[in-house]
């Protein structure tokens, strides 16, 4: 019972990727750290999926056989845009959840955690077989994403009128950063060559406790002062800063209920213990506070804005963040940490 420490293999998809671990190696070294759970993009690490091979199914059962730390949360897509002259009808959107539902009940996951933006309509229908196989779905909550978007609102809303156990929404904590990352500012600075002076514009929103939105005017535009420095090359930069939201904790309130996992956003884990740009011993004391009985997740990805010629962290990023969260753990609710 309580709060719980996991992994997304997500954070560790350049050693996969690069064929410095293999799964069964990524799967020993979670459980050398002591992580008690694990979620998985299927599509990533498991070949032909939502339908892998005999083979691939016999590997997974060998590796768990073997493994302390257990499957979590399968990450699952559903891309409604499959088709370049159509988006794809709500009867093929429902077989292929359908499909993702059996293929997390096969390896073991008794959560799928559903993609920002997929629409409401799959809510009602998907309970059937999420009751059958006893796997519940989520829809995570995104930076950029979040819950002021209407097809959040729209899946939050049909979510509650239906109030099943097997309908709930996964938490991504980059809505709650007090600062932007980093590593980010400094990849877009030296490598991309961006105007400092728009990472500097953007970076004083963050210390008036506000966040990059307020760079935009109501329709999303670009407000005066910004436009008059930005130039092509530091577009990407202006549009990526605006997905790292500075959110009060109490917008979970009104969902607390419904909540059935958390991405626990990783960027930089500095030489102090502490992740760069989000607090997380104030959101594991809001989840004590409000009796969270679940798994929060490291998500990260830091590994995207590593410079030229630095080496790759992920491992090392995984480990002190997992260390920083089961010390917080061990202090709010007395668990035991052997990270």
Not at 76 to 96: I, S
Not at 310 to 335: C, D, F, R, Y
Request: aromatic content about 10%; charged content about 25%.
């Amino acid at each position: 019972m309580g709060i719980k420490s996991g992994v997304s293999l997500y954070s560790l998809q350049d050693e996969y990727m690069n064929k410095r671990m293999t799964l069964a190696e990524i799967i020993a070294f979670l459980d050398e750290h002591d992580v008690e759970g694990f979620e998985i993009l299927p599509d990533q690490m498991l070949h032909d999926t939502p339908h892998p091979s005999k083979e691939t199914l016999a590997d997974w059962d060998c590796i768990m056989s073997k493994a302390q730390v257990k499957p979590v949360c399968a990450d699952v897509f559903l891309n409604t845009n499959l088709y370049n002259n159509r988006e794809l009808t709500q009867k093929e959107c429902l077989d292929l959840l359908i499909e993702e539902i059996k293929l997390a009940s096969r390896l073991g996951f008794k959560l799928i955690r559903l993609v920002s933006m997929v629409p409401s309509f799959v809510i009602e229908p998907l309970l059937l077989y999420a009751e059958k196989y006893d796997v519940a779905f989520a829809l995570e909550i995104h930076a950029g994403m979040s819950f002021d978007i209407p097809e959040t609102k729209a899946f939050i809303d049909e979510m509650k009128r239906v109030n099943s156990p097997y309908c709930g929404l996964v938490i991504d904590t980059g809505i709650f950063c007090d600062r932007i990352p980093r590593v980010f500012n400094e990849f877009n600075k030296q490598v991309l060559g961006v105007n400092p002076a728009i990472i500097d514009y953007f970076n004083a929103f963050f210390d008036q406790g506000l966040d990059g939105s307020q760079a935009f005017d109501e329709a999303h535009q670009l407000k005066p002062e910004l436009a008059a420095m930005a130039e092509p090359k530091d577009m990407p930069y202006i549009m990526l800063a605006d997905g790292y939201e500075n959110t009060p904790l109490s917008v979970l309130e009104d969902v607390f209920p419904y909540i059935k996992h958390f991405h626990f956003k990783l960027w930089e884990m500095t030489d102090e213990g502490e992740e760069y740009s989000i607090d997380y011993r104030k959101i594991l004391t809001y989840l004590h506070e409000h009796g969270y009985d679940g798994y929060v997740a490291t998500e990260y990805e830091g590994n995207r804005w590593i410079l030229p010629g630095h080496p790759m962290v992920e491992k090392e990023q995984v480990i002190a963040h997992q260390k920083l969260i089961k010390s917080i753990i061990t202090e709010l609710e007395g668990a035991t940490s052997n990270v």
